[in-house]
Each structure stands twice: as C-alpha cells, then as structure tokens.
C-alpha cells in the first residue's frame, strides 16, 4: 500500500528562522511527487513537482528536494505569509490516484 | 481562465437530504476527482473520471455518486446524507496519469 508520512505535523518558526518539511513515502513506483500550499478555508494550491531522485526545485524562498525515499521542503528565511500547511503526494505508477500526507502545518511568528 | 470551480461554497443539510455538488474546469483536462477532507484524516479520493462518460471508485465511495457528462463538469451526489459525511470536498483535474491535479476552492458541507 502506498503511503506517505509527513513531519513535523506542526511547527512554529519566527520570521527569519529557517527550516525543513520532512515527507517520507512508500510507493511500488513513484512516477511523480508532488507539493502543495493549502491556506485555511481554500482549495491545494501547487507548487512543485519532482519526478526523480536528486532533482531540486525552487520558488522564492521554499526549495523542494527528492531523494529514493523522502522529500524535504527548505523554507529558507520565512515571512508571516508563508504560515500555511504544507500537503505531500506521491503519484505511484499504474495508479490514477494521489496518495497524500497529512500536511505540515506551519506558523511563521513576526 | 477560471481554472477549477466549484459549486455551492457551503450548505447545511438535514440527514437524509440528498444533494449535488458541481466541479466546473476550463483547462480541457480529461480527469477529474472528489477528495474529502477531514481533521487529521488528509484528503482522501472519494471517485474519479478518466473522460467523458467514465467513472470509477476512490478509497471512500459508499454514501456517494458521480457522473461526467461532459468533459468539463463533474458532479458528486449524496443521495441521502449522514452526519459522517460532515466535511470539506474538493475537487481536482489534470490532464492524465501522473500529471500535477489542480484543486478547486472547495464545498464546506454540514449534515445535522
């Protein structure tokens, strides 16, 4: 069964203090893994995707890494408006579906 | 373009009350899912489409209907609500297989 972990499950930072999302996966094939923003009360808002061990992505001051068995989301210097939570899915092959975490939740104190 | 919409934002219903929920895309993608999404529990497929005419089953469908008519539209019904079905749904469509979903704003739904 495909399964995803993420940790922490919650984290208070102060703005300025960098640190990193933890989402560790199980998945017979993994054809794709995937990051999403959810504000509360709206819908998932992308924001990576990463298909193959070693491969890095950046967007202002997040930065996304893919390993064989875990992803990290480096939030360097955060502001308030990087408060959110923070979903992981992983895309297996031969498979429609999504499995995803549980989400890090994520509170940036001025 | 409007992306992923959907349709109400938020109802009450008494149980045993059925209703419709509509998910609206306008970026041509073929498939088409309902997740809900509840405390603690991360966001769960209830069904998806892979096109037109096609529907098939997620990791919690009892309770719950679909059909995809036309490409862009696809609707999610309870025929006869209970509280446990209490949640926020969402939905989401991509172009295929592996491909990144892009998520609508989601329906706040409450069963009493």
Redesign the interface.
Known sequence: EDQVTQSPEALRLQEGESSSLNCSYTVSGLRGLFWYRQDPGKGPEFLFTLYSAGEEKEKERLKATLTKKESFLHITAPKPEDSATYLCAVAPYGNNRLAFGKGNQVVVIP | NAG?TQTPKFRVLKTGQSMTLLCAQDMNHE?MYWYRQDP??????IH?S?GEGTT?K??VPDGYNVSRLKKQNFLLGLESAAPSQTSVY?CASNHG??A???????TRLLVL
């Open positions: 992923v498939y603690g529990m991360g966001l769960r497929l998806y892979v098939a997620g990791e969402f297989e592996g990144t979903q892009y998520f609508g704003p989601g």
